[in-house]
């Protein structure tokens, strides 16, 4: 399983697990779909199957997954849709050196940390040294389903790091 509710005060978390940066992305994306509706439909009450896509930069790994979060829940409340089946394609900092694959690139869980700093943050500012994630997920209406609100995501206990078998990912969510 790449993702796992955990009960947490108050709130719910997810551990979530892939075998690159975007696969546990992705999971913890659809640990956050889980974290709403337990049954997640194969389509909207319709027969739709939409997807959307949207883009997310950040200065940090840890800052993109928290972005990507926040945007997926913006999305929810604008789109008035359940984002699931999620799928995320992940680029370095163009500033990474330059032997590694460039930055268009899918990370894998290779090594990719040659110009960050401890907690994964890029030197410098600029767009360059910015981490940008491509995303879609298909939208399933609110109104086919029954969701419990996940009001946001937070820093608290959030945790993204590479393993032996490749990520893991901690994350937990305000409802």
């Known amino acids: 399983m790449p993702f796992e509710l955990r009960d947490h005060t108050a709130d719910v978390a997810v551990a979530a697990t892939g075998d690159d940066l975007a ?5 913890v994306a659809d640990g956050l779909a889980a974290a709403m509706c337990e049954e997640i439909p194969d389509s909207d009450g319709d027969g739709n199957i939409e997807r959307f896509s949207l883009s997310v930069a950040a200065e940090s790994r840890e800052a993109l997954l928290y972005d990507y979060l926040a945007e997926l829940i913006y999305e929810r409340d604008v789109r008035i849709v359940l984002p699931v089946d999620n ?55 609110l109104s086919s389903i029954d969701a419990r609100e996940v009001k946001a995501v937070t820093y608290s206990e959030m945790a993204l790091e590479r393993t032996p078998d490749g990520w893991h990912a901690y994350v937990v969510f305000d409802v």
């Open 23 to 27: 696969g546990v992305f992705a999971a």
């Open 87 to 141: 799928e995320a394609t992940i680029r370095r900092p163009t500033t990474v050196d330059q032997s590694e694959p460039a930055a268009s690139e899918r990370i894998e869980a290779g090594p990719i940390e040659s110009e960050s700093t401890d907690d994964g943050s890029t030197n410098g500012g600029s767009a360059a040294d910015r981490w940008l994630l491509d995303a879609s997920a298909r939208g399933v209406a």
